[in-house]
């Protein structure tokens, strides 16, 4: 999937100490105090003085990023990873950005808004139209899927184009998988546009927000009339390696942007297994974030073992892990599943 890239765009810390209501402290000196300085101790120890300093800067920064997330968030949610969204460009490196790049699935804020950081000012570059972000060519009906991190009851799904409600499903209360799709109809439109996937949970008084900039059609923009609809085609599915095992592992690419990609593997037990490890040779791709899974590479083989929740499998249960990398490999690799 080829994609055109758009143009791209400290604080200081005080801490004043109370006067000591206490009892008499012993001092190191006289109050000396220099026109154009800050009064200090004669005498008091360098390293006292630079402890003392340095904890007031860490307290005072820790509590200004606390005072920057909207109340009542928590962290490891979702987010839209196929086409790629702002905060999986993020997280791939395909942007430089902020803190976000560490933690894409957490753009969580109070239900309703219609903001790419839903509100969160750490993530203020999400809602920065002109930050340099890959536009993803589509069609009239796109296939947006999410990375489901904490599968939280859910309300429903909701897409906007300039604040438009485009299309929308029903959650019906229910917890979603680990990766969820849903294919959303964008025939009223044509040329570049910014579509806010909105994720609103039951559970809580919070949504979780993505935004994906797509070109639908490769027109100019704005709305147009519908085209005719086609049959949707099932695209061809491969076999899974090793069917004859104690596991069997499906890698697919899900989506591709410049020189960054996502991938998805499903792992299926044969038998019952507690534990499993998959393996392929990453033919000249490195591996920058994965979920559901621990991965690693070594001398061009990456390898990727289950986490704790979600090693025991049946005979015939699934599971699946995704990643973000460089470097696509140029075919599908052949995978290795093994009980561990």
Known sequence: MSVRHRRHPSPLVRSTRPD??????????????????????????????????????????????FALMPAGTASAHGYVSDPPSRQ???????????PIRYEPQ????????????G??????????????????PVGTTATFEWIITANHATADWEYFIDGQLI????????????????????????????VLARWTVADTTNAFYACVDVNIGGGDGGPVDPPPTEEPTDPPTEEPT????????DYRISSQWGGGFSG????????????????????GGTVAQAWNAIVSENDGRVTATNV??????????????????????????????AAS
């Open 242 to 249: 090793d069917p004859t095992g104690e596991c069997v592992a």
């Open 88 to 98: 999986a460009q993020c997280a791939a490196g395909v942007v430089d950005c902020g």
């Open 308 to 337: 704790g929740y979600n090693g025991t499998l049946s005979a015939g249960q699934s599971t699946s892990f995704g990643f973000t990398g460089a470097n696509p490999p140029s075919g599908t690799p052949e995978v290795e599943c």
């Open 106 to 117: 957490s753009v969580e804020g109070p239900q309703g808004l219609m903001q790419c950081s």
């Open 167 to 194: 299309d929308s499903f029903d959650g019906g209360g229910a917890q979603p998988p680990s990766r969820l799709s849903h294919q959303v109809d964008l025939s009223g439109y044509s040329g570049e546009h910014t």
């Open 264 to 283: 998805n593997v499903t792992v299926t037990a044969q038998e019952d297994i507690n534990g499993w490890t998959v393996s392929w040779d990453s033919g």
């Open 20 to 65: 000591w209501n206490g009892p008499a402290i012993p001092r190191y000196g006289p109050v000396v105090q220099t026109p154009g300085t800050v009064s200090r101790t004669k005498g008091m120890p360098p390293l006292k003085k630079h402890l003392l300093s340095s904890s007031a800067a860490i307290a005072g920064a820790t509590a200004l990023i």
């Open 119 to 136: 509100g969160n000012e750490i993530f203020a570059e999400l809602d920065d139209d002109d930050y340099g972000w890959d536009v993803t």
